[in-house]
């Protein structure tokens, strides 16, 4: 299995911001169609998630605990659709559909992700370089509030109200 986040640490804060401009962020940033499920789990947060870029399809096995509500440990590596597969059975939630927008903005890579089942708001992630890192946003996004540490917006809460059984 290959690690794709070799550090370890995620530092991240989350926005909840009115729908955006698709058209906008097709233009200035790249589309990954995410479906994700999440395992059963005493401690720490597992989950599987499928990524498809230009047709292209990822499977990825993570874990997460949170350290602070700002900061948390990540293993994710990457696996095969057959063990993705095989994972499926543990899940605890239905799988989560989201179209993730990646979009340079400064030294940020902003991350929107776009619910099927809201049409009016998305959610903003940025991945930080140290937890009080100043934030700016670009003109096009309005934000209605940090959700950071509002656990009915993280995406196992999300995965438990909206997605698929």
Not at 112 to 137: G, H
């Amino acid at each position: 299995m290959m690690t794709v986040n070799p550090s370890g640490i995620e530092i991240e804060r989350k926005f909840l911001i009115r729908y955006p401009d698709i058209k906008l962020l097709e233009k200035i940033g790249s589309r990954t169609e995410i479906e994700q499920t999440y395992l059963a789990s005493d401690d720490i947060a597992r989950r599987i998630r499928k990524t498809t870029e230009r047709g292209v399809s990822a499977y990825f096995y993570c874990q997460k605990q949170d350290i602070t509500p700002r900061k948390r440990t990540e293993d994710e590596v990457l696996i095969s659709e057959a063990k993705y597969n095989e994972l499926l059975a543990e899940a605890v939630t239905g799988t989560l559909k989201k179209t993730r927008f990646h979009v340079p903005f400064l030294e940020f890579n902003l991350e929107i992700d776009v619910y099927p089942f809201w049409d009016d708001r998305a959610i903003l992630e940025i991945e930080l370089s140290f937890e009080n890192e100043e934030i700016q946003f670009p003109h096009y996004i309005e934000v209605i509030g940090e959700v950071t540490e509002d656990h009915s917006y993280r995406n196992i809460s999300l995965a438990r109200m909206f997605a698929d059984s």
